[in-house]
């Protein structure tokens, strides 16, 4: 039976009566009709990402129906390591490594085998299903793609773990090349919506991202692929990243909050509320039922002390910290997710 966070049923106290719903947006009703095979549509995603506050509790209940369907009460766990620091010819924004960023982040080339097998061994320590292996890069170059083709082997063969690849711009050769030395997933986010792209980013194009993901699938790998709330975009873009995503049949989605780093173009820029971050979560549930749906870069700062009830609709996060920035300590981690009755898998759901 599915798990219903607003507890209906309960009797109202003598001489009150029960508050009305707020609004009549029928979620439970949309999940019945994913559930049983329907969709979700543009105009009904809007309506999630508009529906009030007091609603919040109903659109998770529905949601996590969604969840349970596809995954169960489990949690999966990423590790991120950054392979390769700031360095970058792009101008993305957002982020603390691109060219234009003036963030005091560590710069360094791809790491040796040393460093990369010592990051894989705390992986599987915390219990993580996946190993992520990032560089900051407009794509990988030969050494960088040689390095990568060495450890890949080597980490699986002594730790047992998936490999997710985020190495920028992928050509269809070097997709297959990754494919060939045994990566299991290729990260690429489209982080946005395609109208909105050219305002966070100048140096390529949405469909640069769009056709790495389609190599990454046509060599026979998992895409993994999402996006970044909070960067001025509009609802309309959010809704558009979400179904783009759908219709890539992207196998993994994870979903960051805008961590605005001072010294990038988005410095001080922080519009998000955790209502806002729970309401984007569940529509990226509704539209994407069956994908893992990971919690990611900036839900310490923005979903705060609310951060457990995103698990009630996405089934996954990174333990320890991201690329340039601090993350949630793992030991608290790992409390959440037991008190919230969840358990950690290194199995994929549905």
């Given at each position: 039976?599915?798990?219903?966070?607003?507890?209906?049923?309960?009797?109202?106290?003598?001489?009150?009566?029960?508050?009305?719903?707020?609004?009549?947006?029928?979620?439970?009703?949309?999940?019945?009709?994913?559930?049983?095979?329907?969709?979700?549509?543009?105009?009904?995603?809007?309506?999630?990402?508009?529906?009030?506050?007091?609603?919040?509790?109903?659109?998770?209940?529905?949601?996590?129906?969604?969840?349970?369907?596809?995954?169960?009460?489990?949690?999966?766990?990423?590790?991120?390591?950054?392979?390769?620091?700031?360095l970058c010819p792009e101008d993305c924004h957002y982020c603390s490594q691109?060219?234009?960023?003036?963030?005091?982040?560590?710069?360094?080339?791809?790491?040796?085998?040393?460093?990369?097998?010592?990051?894989?061994?705390?992986?599987?320590?915390?219990?993580?299903?996946?190993?992520?292996?990032?560089?900051?890069?407009?794509?990988?170059?030969?050494?960088?793609?040689?390095?990568?083709?060495?450890?890949?082997?080597?980490?699986?063969?002594?730790?047992?773990?998936?490999?997710?690849?985020?190495?920028?711009?992928?050509?269809?050769?070097?997709?297959?090349?990754?494919?060939?030395?045994?990566?299991?997933?290729?990260?690429?986010?489209?982080?946005?919506?395609?109208?909105?792209?050219?305002?966070?980013?100048?140096?390529?194009?949405?469909?640069?991202?769009?056709?790495?993901?389609?190599?990454?699938?046509?060599?026979?790998?998992?895409?993994?692929?999402?996006?970044?709330?909070?960067?001025?975009?509009?609802?309309?873009?959010?809704?558009?990243?979400?179904?783009?995503?759908?219709?890539?049949?992207?196998?993994?989605?994870?979903?960051?909050?805008?961590?605005?780093?001072?010294?990038?173009?988005?410095?001080?820029?922080?519009?998000?509320?955790?209502?806002?971050?729970?309401?984007?979560?569940?529509?990226?549930?509704?539209?994407?039922?069956?994908?893992?749906?990971?919690?990611?870069?900036?839900?310490?700062?923005?979903?705060?002390?609310?951060?457990?009830?995103?698990?009630?609709?996405?089934?996954?996060?990174?333990?320890?910290?991201?690329?340039?920035?601090?993350?949630?300590?793992?030991?608290?981690?790992?409390?959440?997710?037991?008190?919230?009755?969840?358990?950690?898998?290194?199995?994929?759901?549905?």
């Amino acid at each position: 039976m599915a798990t219903d966070l607003t507890t209906p049923g309960t009797s109202a106290p003598a001489g009150s009566s029960a508050p009305p719903s707020t609004s009549a947006v029928p979620f439970d009703a949309w999940a019945d009709r994913i559930l049983d095979g329907g969709e979700l549509t543009r105009d009904e995603a809007k309506q999630i990402l508009e529906s009030p506050d007091d609603d919040l509790l109903r659109l998770l209940s529905a949601g996590f129906r969604l969840r349970q369907q596809h995954f169960g009460k489990t949690v999966q766990l990423y590790f991120l390591m950054n392979a390769k620091s700031g360095l970058c010819p792009e101008d993305c924004h957002y982020c603390s490594q691109s060219k234009i960023s003036e963030a005091p982040v560590p710069k360094y080339n791809i790491l040796k085998r040393d460093a990369l097998m010592d990051a894989a061994k705390v992986a599987a320590e915390r219990g993580a299903k996946t190993y992520c292996l990032v560089i900051s890069a407009r794509g990988p170059n030969e050494r960088e793609m040689k390095a990568v083709e060495e450890i890949v082997p080597e980490i699986k063969k002594q730790y047992g773990l998936d490999i997710c690849a985020c190495l920028g711009l992928l050509s269809k050769e070097q997709a297959d090349r990754l494919k060939a030395c045994g990566v299991d997933r290729v990260n690429h986010n489209l982080n946005t919506g395609e109208e909105y792209y050219a305002e966070i980013c100048t140096t390529h194009t949405y469909a640069d991202r769009v056709q790495t993901l389609r190599h990454v699938r046509d060599a026979g790998m998992e895409m993994c692929s999402g996006g970044i709330i909070g960067m001025g975009e509009t609802y309309d873009d959010i809704i558009s990243m979400a179904f783009d995503l759908k219709e890539l049949g992207v196998q993994s989605i994870p979903l960051n909050f805008l961590n605005s780093i001072d010294g990038t173009p988005l410095e001080g820029k922080k519009d998000l509320s955790p209502q806002d971050c729970l309401r984007a979560l569940a529509m990226f549930r509704f539209v994407n039922p069956s994908r893992e749906l990971r919690i990611s870069g900036g839900r310490e700062i923005h979903l705060r002390t609310l951060q457990p009830l995103g698990l009630y609709v996405a089934n996954s996060v990174f333990v320890g910290d991201y690329l340039t920035t601090k993350g949630q300590a793992p030991d608290e981690d790992y409390q959440m997710i037991k008190d919230l009755g969840f358990e950690v898998t290194t199995s994929v759901g549905e």
